[in-house]
């Protein structure tokens, strides 16, 4: 069974640029969800879908941070402008039927 | 804020020794899970313990859970220096299984 895959892996932006992250979940998994995990700390949710539909976006900066899972598999993640604090591995993670979640190897992003 | 709060921040032990870390938290479960982290790679799922359960076993994993308190904790046992890695506790909550982390244990395993 193939894994989450997130692209692209590593990304170096300047402040104000914007960048967009992808993630592929595991084939069939509804649950999707987005983690921001800045060096030295835990996740934090980002953002969940549940198919097509945000079940929690609580935690999103919704002024410069955006994502979207439209037709319920690939998902997006933008951020536009980014800022310097923005540095940090975005996580892609899914969950089938069960309750074990699959995560991504991360998307790595420093913005100078 | 992050629901699940590790102790200790960090671990440092020998080859052969049991490692404990502890995991608190504030809210009701679903379940409560425990991952590993390698440095510079992403997570990966270790056990899963339900709200109804109190201890659980993999290999040479042992996780315990008392709701009453609201903490876990995750003993490896017989460490190796491949264990070297940060853990972290997640709390699963609410109709849709949101998944909060804690800050995690970073545990050096010293051959």
């Known amino acids: 069974e193939a894994g989450v895959a997130q692209s692209p892996r590593y990304k170096i932006i300047e402040k104000r640029q914007s960048v967009a992250f992808w993630c592929n979940p595991i084939s069939g998994h509804a649950t999707l969800y987005w983690y921001q995990q800045i060096l030295g700390q835990g996740p934090k949710l980002l953002i969940q879908f549940q198919n097509n539909g945000v079940v929690d976006d609580s935690q999103l900066p919704k002024d410069r941070f955006s994502a979207e899972r439209l037709k319920g598999v690939d998902s997006t993640l933008k951020i536009q402008p980014a800022k310097l604090e923005d540095s940090a591995v975005y996580l892609c993670?899914?969950?089938?039927?069960?309750?074990?979640?699959?995560f991504g190897e991360g998307s790595w992003l420093t913005v100078v | 804020s992050q629901q699940g709060e590790e102790d200790p921040q960090a671990l440092s032990i020998q080859e052969g020794e049991n490692a404990t870390m502890n995991c608190s938290y504030k809210?009701?479960?679903?379940?409560l899970q425990w991952y590993r982290q390698n440095s510079g790679r992403g997570l990966v799922h270790l056990i899963l313990i339900r709200s109804n359960e109190r201890e659980k076993h993999s290999g040479r994993l042992r996780v315990t859970l008392d709701t009453s308190k609201k903490s876990s904790s995750l003993l490896i046992t017989a460490s190796r220096a491949a264990d070297t890695a940060s853990y972290f506790c997640a709390i699963s909550s609410g109709g849709y299984n949101k998944l909060i982390f804690g800050a995690g244990t970073r545990l050096a395993v010293h051959p």
């Open positions: 809210t009701s479960i679903n379940n």
């Open positions: 993670a899914s969950r089938g039927q069960g309750n074990t979640i699959y």
